[in-house]
Each structure stands twice: as C-alpha cells, then as structure tokens.
C-alpha cells in the first residue's frame, strides 16, 4: 500500500514509526514535526517549537512520548498526549542530526557474606 502525504514543506528529515499505533512523526526542513495516521492519511497534530530543520526525531516504546533534535542545537522531550514540550536540553555545540530513546534495562542483585 503506496500512500503519499501532502505538505506545504516537501524536505522531511526524519520519520519515526509509533511502536503499537499506525502513526509516523515527520519532522521538517521549516522546523514542523508532523503526527500522521497512516491508515486514515488524516494529520493528527503539528508541534512547532524548533528553529530550523528538525532532523532527528522518535517515539518512546511505552510512554506517550517522542524526542526531537534539530539545527537550533536544541532537543526536545514531547507529551503528544498534552500536546506540548516537556523540557528542552541545551548545551549542544553543533546541529542535532539524530535523536533515540535508549532502552535501558538493570537489576539489582544483593549478596552478603557473614565471616
């Protein structure tokens, strides 16, 4: 199944896929980060807080989530459910070109030892 999906901007960045849900983020060369249903090729939402070109972009695998990095050195930590920015990392010296959640998984393991 071939879909296509009009926009005003014809340079995307970068694609993240939802892991459960048929979504796909596209984020933008004017800086827009576009939420789609792609089985319904219904645009669900717009984010627009970067400066420039968004080029990395993805979800988290279990919170409503998705992280954003672009040419304004900034990354962005999303809530698609609130819809908006939860915080924002500075500190970068160059373009942000990718962005990835890390699944990080540990155990603790106690032993003790009587003498």
């Not at 960045?13 to 459960?20: A, N, V, Y």
């Not at 984020?27 to 717009?46: A, E, F, P």
């Amino acid at each position: 199944m071939l879909t296509k999906f009009e926009t005003k901007s014809a340079r995307v960045k970068g694609l993240s896929f939802h892991p459960k849900r048929p979504w796909v983020l596209a984020s933008l060369h004017n800086g827009v980060i576009q939420l789609w249903d792609y089985r319904m090729c219904t645009l669900i939402d717009k984010f627009d807080e970067h400066d420039g070109p968004v080029r990395g972009i993805d979800f988290h695998k279990q919170q409503p989530l998705f992280v954003s990095g672009g040419d304004d050195y900034k990354i962005k930590v999303w809530n698609y459910k609130l819809r908006r920015c939860l915080f924002t990392l500075l500190g970068h010296l160059d373009y942000i070109r990718t962005t990835f959640f890390h699944h990080v998984s540990c155990s603790t393991s106690l032993t003790h030892s009587y003498s």
